[in-house]
């Protein structure tokens, strides 16, 4: 189905870039050989050439385009994006809202892992699957619909001659139950393993203001409250990944909120591997019925972008444990590779290097609030 019109994307805002972020250079490490031999009682060392170093991370995204709806009020509708080949790293999202007061009423309801394009993993917690292809993309309304509301998934389809396999942790909580309040869950990687990416969840629709504000990498130690502080800009290697779910209005009726942390498989040495993560946020949006974006890309030595992630918050992700934005109504409309400028990618782009966040205040003002992106990097050491 061909995409419908996207809002004005704010060409006045404030958008958070890095200085210098293009695609991925690789680096060379000298690796020096050496072999001995005996000539007329004398050692003789002879070099052979020099090793160089190549990272073998490459990524094509998939993305089937937009699907419509929902068309009723407190509903969701679900689509998904497929790897043709390779594993899914991670996985966005992204929706068409129309304009005026119509457009508070979209958001994002999931941005997850699928073993098939429709299923989702909601049952036990822990290890859920392995090379994983599909990522869903759901969409939710609350009290307004609009013929202009759509929602596009993006698959991040990961090929490494190393990381040829993956893994799936899923975590979950209760809640949030009361209004403008969080419920945050962290799921963790298994020992030896290295985080990729993740996605978030939120349960059910039909409540209309329960939704995932906050999907991120993190670190599973005290310095980062075990998942409720963020990694931060340069961080390297996290282990886990957290999500946010945020309660505009209230209602309790089997509220849930799900973790999900892309990993590497079971049995690989990663010793050599880096994920470096970039992340930017920016102020805003803090007026009813407005948006903002953040766009936060990987650096020439970083290695090659593999998946990403978005919040709207308090502010202050990486140093403070996180908090809710200005407004019960505020949430995300979208976390999805980009380009500099955060235009979303076209299906089968293997040069993507920024990840975008699209946050909407709903309608009501949502003061001391922020955008907040993170892209992941990964160079695999080979």
Known sequence: MPRLPRPARFPNRP???????????????????AGATTLLCAAVVVAAPSAAHANSVSLTVRTPGATSGPSATFAEISTHADCASGLIAGGGVDQAIGTGTASNGNHVMGSSPSSNGSSEYTGSTGVVDTDVTHWLGIGGTGGATDAAFSTTPYATCLTSTLINHTQVV???VAGPTTA??????????????VLLGGGARSTPAS????????SFPTFNDAAHSYGARAAADGATNPNAWSAVGWNGGGGNVGNTTYAYAICSGSGINVSGVTVKVRFAEVSGPTSATTGQTATVGCGGSDGRL???????????????????????????NGSFPSGSTGSPVANGTTTAAYWTAFSHTGGASS????????????DDGV
Do not use: E, Q
């Open 207 to 214: 409540i209309g203001s329960i939704k995932p504000i906050a």
């Open 367 to 378: 003061p001391s609030t922020y955008t907040d992106a993170w892209v992941l990097c990964a």
């Open 306 to 332: 593999i998946s990403g992630g978005a919040a709207v918050s308090g502010g202050s992700v990486t140093t403070t444990d996180f908090t809710g934005p200005g407004s019960g109504g505020t949430h995300l």
């Open 170 to 172: 899923m975590n979950k």
């Open 180 to 193: 403008s309040t969080v419920g945050l869950v962290t799921a963790v990687c298994p020992a030896n393993t």
């Open 15 to 33: 958008t958070a870039l890095p200085a210098d972020r293009p695609t991925f250079r690789g680096t060379v490490r000298a690796a020096g050989v």
